[in-house]
């Protein structure tokens, strides 16, 4: 994959290692520039890729080496490295970057103090209101929301419709109201109010079931 420029990463289009390809980027549409397409066969910018390939990947706080987060579910991470040189398990919290405390598998936060003030739910809780300029009588909805499928966070960039599709699990929603968008569009439409109203600020974050 060949890059152009160093403050902003695109694509050579001189590169013939890459299937470039005119649909939205499957990973964020709302980036503009080409698409080039991967063996996955989804189509994505360079910004994109690197955002998702960063998402997978966070430095260990014991050796200070990258490690994947196979489970996007538990944020305990067993880092292998650490482990062989202590000659016994090493697991790090993936929300605070401290050796992890308390039982595993939580998609919540760890036992360490302070870990819930780095939690996606105290975004939830304070971050600012917003409205959307094109959908009338929308206002003061929550301007961070964890969608609905699979808790990732997602903003809103108040351009065109009320709905926006996750980057991390590609399933559409309605930001107003938390709703599946099939589920939304039954009582209403993407530039019109929803019947639910807006939904409250969210107090947990759904755990993604993949099948």
Same mark, same amino acid.
């Given at each position: 994959?060949s %890059? $152009? *420029?160093?403050?902003e990463? &695109? @694509? /050579?289009p001189?590169d013939?290692?890459?299937?470039?390809?005119? &649909?939205?980027? /499957? $990973?964020?549409? @709302?980036?503009d520039?080409p698409?080039?397409?991967?063996? #996955? *066969?989804?189509? =994505? +910018?360079?910004?994109?890729? +690197?955002?998702?390939?960063?998402?997978?990947?966070?430095? !260990?706080? *014991?050796?200070?080496?990258f490690v994947?987060?196979?489970?996007?579910?538990?944020?305990? =991470? &067993? #880092?292998a490295?650490?482990?062989?040189e202590?000659?016994?398990t @090493?697991?790090?919290c993936?929300?605070?970057l401290?050796?992890?405390?308390?039982?595993?598998?939580r998609?919540?936060? #760890?036992?360490n103090? *302070?870990?819930?003030?780095y939690?996606?739910?105290? =975004?939830l809780?304070?971050?600012?209101? +917003?409205s %959307?300029?094109?959908?009338?009588?929308?206002?003061?909805?929550p301007?961070?929301r964890?969608?609905?499928?699979?808790g990732?966070?997602v903003?809103? /960039?108040?351009?065109?419709?009320?709905?926006? +599709?996750c980057?991390? !699990?590609? =399933?559409? %929603? !309605?930001?107003?109201?938390?709703? $599946?968008?099939?589920?939304?569009?039954?009582?209403?439409? @993407? %530039?019109i109010?929803?019947?639910?109203?807006v939904?409250?600020?969210?107090?947990?974050?759904?755990v993604?079931? &993949?099948?």
């Amino acid at each position: 994959m060949s %890059f $152009l *420029g160093q403050e902003e990463k &695109r @694509y /050579d289009p001189k590169d013939k290692t890459l299937k470039f390809v005119n &649909r939205p980027d /499957d $990973l964020d549409p @709302y980036q503009d520039g080409p698409r080039a397409e991967m063996s #996955c *066969g989804h189509a =994505v +910018t360079p910004e994109s890729l +690197t955002g998702w390939c960063r998402s997978l990947l966070d430095e !260990c706080p *014991g050796c200070q080496t990258f490690v994947e987060r196979e489970d996007l579910t538990d944020l305990s =991470v &067993r #880092c292998a490295i650490c482990t062989a040189e202590k000659k016994k398990t @090493y697991q790090f919290c993936w929300q605070c970057l401290r050796e992890w405390k308390g039982p595993a598998s939580r998609s919540v936060h #760890c036992d360490n103090d *302070g870990c819930i003030k780095y939690n996606t739910l105290e =975004v939830l809780k304070n971050c600012e209101t +917003t409205s %959307f300029p094109q959908v009338k009588g929308v206002d003061a909805c929550p301007s961070i929301r964890a969608c609905p499928t699979c808790g990732q966070k997602v903003e809103h /960039d108040r351009t065109g419709c009320k709905n926006i +599709t996750c980057s991390r !699990c590609q =399933v559409e %929603f !309605c930001f107003v109201c938390l709703k $599946l968008t099939p589920e939304c569009m039954k009582t209403s439409s @993407y %530039f019109i109010p929803c019947s639910a109203g807006v939904a409250p600020r969210q107090t947990s974050i759904p755990v993604w079931r &993949r099948k």
